[in-house]
């Protein structure tokens, strides 16, 4: 089993930036693919960006294309995710989860374990 927590949401103006991490429990770490979701008030939970096991291949939605970065460090049991140019529109609850498939899927079922989310909101 897994367990994650997130950290490094707030506040930021638009254009600004920050960076997410997740820290996961267990040795198996290195096991899983990795992904960021997020959910914004009234919305579905949506696919943000991935990495698979060995950090070899990511992943993203347009959304994210060319502002955010996905990492891992295997050795710190960390994911994160650095987000640029950030808009109003990426305010929401941001996810780490899980996937114990290794491909990095885009979609939410594939992913076993979740953590609790962290609040980022962007003003304008």
């Known amino acids: 089993q897994v367990q994650l927590v997130e950290s490094g949401g707030g506040l930021v103006q638009a254009g600004g930036s920050l960076r997410l991490s997740c820290a996961a429990s267990g040795r198996t770490f290195s096991r899983y693919a990795m992904g960021w979701f997020r959910q914004a008030p009234g919305k579905e939970r949506e696919f943000v960006a991935a990495?698979?096991?060995?950090?070899?291949?990511?992943y993203y939605a347009d959304s994210a294309k060319g502002r955010f970065t996905i990492s891992r460090d295997n050795a710190k049991n960390t994911v994160y995710l650095q987000m640029n140019s950030l808009k109003p529109e990426d305010t929401a609850v941001y996810y780490c989860?899980?996937?114990?498939w290794g491909l990095g899927s885009i979609a939410t079922s594939e992913y076993d374990y979740w953590g609790q989310g962290t609040q980022v909101t962007v003003s304008s």
């Open positions: 989860a899980a996937d114990p």
């Open positions: 990495i698979t096991m060995s950090g070899g291949n990511t």
